[in-house]
């Protein structure tokens, strides 16, 4: 296992230069130049090059793709070029909303969505099924930034339980700050998972040995939990390990519509501003996550399925 | 309401309020922006760098509370108590102010940090957008302590408006501050204005307390902050619901509609004179080198749909600047014979008489951004019912104000925030030493200079002229004379529009002017 563990690690260091590689260049393809964001539309061209000159812009590519590579290899992820605030502190102070309102969301589609198929598998046509199946269906579309706009109108503005802008400070501040934005990212989520679940576990009610064991008179709620749901759940996990990089992506937009000082923000901010080495950093975070994620799957999927060996 | 009144008690319990906290009183306020760029007044630019930097600084002189009124001698004393203008206007003296101080135990503000502030902002090894505003100065004397002598090398009556008003970058910065902080001056600067910075989180908040010992008394707020929300959504809910005392409006179709609706009791802050917008036609270019095509464009646009759209937070522009700017054309001003006024028959006998009886389609590109889009958009639609089809291709908006600056556009939607003069506009878009293709260049894209005619001496000449009245009648004669040639169709001047709660907060004073020019010292909170 830690002989696997370090294989798949060692495998993601060519697949994060590559990341890095593209993204700066993809960043220097990009129209527009990070001085005039920057300096703004009275910039004088000196100011301009001045500005260019500072940030070593006005570098060769290679040069400047040098720097940020041993830059990156340390760890290093330089400062924003616009405000000059060190991006590793702003990363510190970013990446725990994200992950917090990732892990949250991931939280609630697993504890919503996985009883729910089960459920809704043994329920099968029936009311209660067709009732979850339209929340399926509503999970699956409404656009996040509406069903974020909907539930701060509600729960914020109308009632009044939930604060309206920001993350929080304290922890109990936090999690208060929290429930929304991971209700908006979870629902989805939760649409998902129980669609996952549902389809998982009627295939699996339909296996010889669940047959057999009910055939020998083991108590159904055993047979589901023990035969069905176990074996059900593999392909749930890897769908869900698939499933957790689209919500990740789906924490820039809730993170906008609640005003949440996560990497969303830090990303389109730097977008917008031409911020160079912003951008860059919030990609490689993004990238890192992305391969750390699908490692986990995997070991996930091993845990849960004795059968499947880890080579 | 047994839940909200639960949830209240227990977010209070666990989030430890104490009375402590709850006795000082903090104003919020949501602006547009995304994150600060800097609050070192060199850098500083958009109302979201703008705001706090009027907060935290201090100018010599100001125009006097919410309005923009610049003549010298209607101005208000920041730092300096008095001051004086040469007759031949080339020498401006100011007396400072004894015991002036800076944030943070930095001591005493002097006529060397006021000398050290204007030769920081003409060096261009500074880097500051601002630098051309202060390139008029010859040198600076400061006999004493406190007396500051600016020489000019041109004569400028109003070189005050330019480089000495808040949010132009004349904004007094401290010598010791600024060269013992480095880059750290731009997120902790040191002012001596109303409010001193204690924090910045970035993407989230600048947090700022008031100064004790501010020249103009202590304000009556504790805590000012100013929060970044970009999404107009998010601001608005915000504000709405209480959380944030004051905003940035948005100019989109209804949205004043709505807040109106939904709080009556809102104050609206429409400051004017409003930012200078235009679509600048390029003379260069074909069909647009023609007068007639010109004319026709200008006889098919009207100003009357930017006001059924945004409502009171536009108003129609006649001249080149706004009319409330000084030198600002009036409607009376206008000729019977004026190009803008809407006559859509008139324009296709222009362009029948130009060669065009069918029309003709033109390319133009535009920011994503959702102002200057609006704009373009609102123009494409009249333009079509004359028969000129203009092909818009969306950029992003760094592109954009790179691509303009290279001469690529053939329509430009420009708006932008100028000092409320008449001439500050026409040096900047009309002056032939501005046109985007030149060394010197600045914002003429449309070539009127070198193209249609050129205003250069009269511009000149109004800028050097002593005599009030004289002054006057050279701006709008010039801008008469520019504006018959068509080089740009004046597009209606968005108000700075920000609103308040009148439940939660008083600002102290009427607001008629744009925000960021006066500070919150005198605001108070109800809450």
């Known amino acids: 296992m830690i002989a696997y563990i370090a294989r798949r690690l060692l495998e993601v260091v060519p697949t994060v230069l590559l990341v890095l590689t593209l993204v700066f260049l993809a960043l220097r393809v990009l129209p527009g130049d990070p001085a005039v964001a920057a300096l703004g539309e009275f910039a004088t061209p000196a100011a301009i090059e001045t500005f260019r000159h500072k940030l070593g812009l006005d570098q060769p590519m290679w040069r400047q793709y040098l720097a940020f590579l041993s830059q990156a290899v340390m760890g290093d992820f330089g400062q924003s070029m616009v405000n000059g605030t060190p991006i590793n502190a702003l990363l510190a102070r970013s990446l725990p909303y994200t992950m917090e309102l990732a892990a949250a969301a991931l939280l609630f589609g ?169 951008v860059q950093a919030g990609l490689v975070v993004f990238a890192f996550f992305v391969v750390v994620v699908n490692l986990l799957t995997d070991l996930l999927c091993a845990a849960i399925d004795p059968r499947i060996t880890l080579r | 309401m047994a839940m909200k009144h639960l949830t209240r008690i227990l977010c209070a319990a666990l989030l430890g309020a104490s009375t402590a906290a709850s006795a000082q009183t903090t104003i919020r306020v949501g602006v547009s922006q995304r994150d600060l760029g800097a609050m070192d007044p060199a850098f500083g630019i958009g109302n979201g760098d703008e705001f706090p930097i009027r907060q935290v600084f201090s100018t010599l002189v100001s125009p006097r509370d919410g309005t923009s009124d610049l003549k010298l001698d209607q101005l208000q004393g920041e730092i300096a108590e008095r001051w004086e203008m040469s007759p031949d206007a080339r020498t401006f003296t100011f007396w400072l102010r004894k015991g002036v101080q800076w944030h943070r135990g930095y001591g005493e503000v002097t006529s060397e940090d006021v000398a050290f502030t204007l030769a920081r902002m003409k060096d261009p090894a500074t880097g500051t957008a601002y630098s051309s505003n202060f390139r008029q100065i010859d040198h600076v004397d400061t006999p004493d302590r406190y007396t500051v002598v600016i020489h000019l090398n041109t004569p400028n009556p109003f070189f005050h408006a330019f480089a000495l008003m808040p949010r132009f970058g004349g904004y007094i910065q401290c010598k010791k501050a600024v060269l013992e902080l480095g880059d750290k001056y731009r997120h902790n600067p040191v002012g001596s204005g109303p409010f001193a910075v204690t924090g910045y989180e970035p993407k989230q908040k600048v947090v700022t307390r008031a100064h004790e010992g501010y020249w103009g008394g202590k304000p009556k707020v504790d805590v000012l902050e100013v929060l970044f929300l970009p999404e107009t959504a998010a601001r608005t809910l915000g504000f709405v619901k209480g ?119 033109i390319d133009a590109f535009i920011t994503e951004r959702e102002e200057y889009k609006t704009h373009l958009l609102i123009v494409q639609e009249q333009l079509r019912k004359i028969g000129i089809q203009v092909n818009i291709r969306v950029v992003d908006h760094t592109s954009y104000h790179a691509d303009i600056r290279k001469d690529l556009n053939s329509l430009t939607v420009y708006g932008s925030g100028q000092p409320p003069l008449a001439q500050a506009v026409l040096n900047a878009f009309y002056n032939s030493a501005a046109i985007v293709s030149k060394p010197t260049r600045n914002m003429n894209f449309s070539h009127y200079g070198d193209i249609a005619g050129n205003s250069d001496a009269l511009m000149d000449q109004a800028n050097q002229e002593t005599d009030d009245a004289k002054r006057l009648a050279l701006l709008k004669q010039v801008q008469l004379n520019i504006l018959s040639q068509v080089p740009a169709i004046p597009l209606p001047s968005p108000a700075s529009a920000w609103f308040h709660n009148g439940k939660t907060m008083e600002i102290g004073f009427p607001v008629k002017a744009y925000m960021g020019t006066f500070t919150l010292a005198k605001a108070s909170s109800k809450r």
Do not use: C
Not at chain 1, 122 to 143: M, Y
Not at chain 1, 156 to 162: A, T
Not at chain 2, 324 to 338: C, F, I, N, Q, T
């Open chain 2, 243 to 361: 959380d944030v005392d004051m905003i940035e409006g948005a100019t989109v179709p209804g949205w004043l509609a709505s807040l109106r609706k939904q709080m009556p009791h809102v104050v609206e802050d429409f400051g004017r004179p409003g930012s200078v917008w235009a679509l600048h036609l390029n003379m260069t270019r074909k069909p647009l080198d023609d007068l007639r095509v010109r004319k026709a464009i200008a006889h098919g646009i009207d100003q009357r749909i930017w006001q059924a759209a945004f409502g009171d937070f536009v108003e129609p522009m006649y001249g080149v600047a706004p009319q409330k700017a000084y030198g600002g054309v009036v409607k009376e001003d206008l000729p019977a014979d004026w190009p803008f006024h809407f006559n859509p028959e008139l324009s296709k006998k222009l362009l029948a008489e130009a060669g065009f009886p069918n029309g003709f389609s």
């Open chain 1, 110 to 278: 697993m504890v919503v969505g996985v009883p729910l198929g089960v459920w809704t598998a043994t329920k099968r046509d029936g009311a209660a099924d067709g009732i979850a199946r339209i929340f399926a269906l509503l999970g699956f579309s409404l656009p996040d930034f509406y069903l974020g706009v909907l539930l701060l109108l509600a729960f914020s503005l109308h009632l009044d339980w939930f604060p309206m802008l920001g993350g929080g400070e304290t922890f109990w501040d936090r999690m208060h700050h929290l429930v929304l934005p991971a209700i908006t990212l979870g629902l989805v989520m939760a649409a998902f998972i129980m669609r996952l679940t549902r389809s998982s576990m009627l295939e699996v009610l339909r296996r010889d040995y669940v047959r057999t064991a009910r055939g020998k008179g083991v108590a159904e709620r055993w047979v589901i939990f023990k035969h069905a749901l176990r074996n059900a759940l593999i392909p749930v996990t890897t769908g869900m390990g698939i499933y957790l990089l689209t919500t990740l992506s789906g924490t820039i937009t809730v993170e906008l519509v609640f005003s949440r000082p996560g990497l969303g923000q830090l990303l389109i901010g730097g977008i917008s501003a031409r911020d160079y080495t912003m």
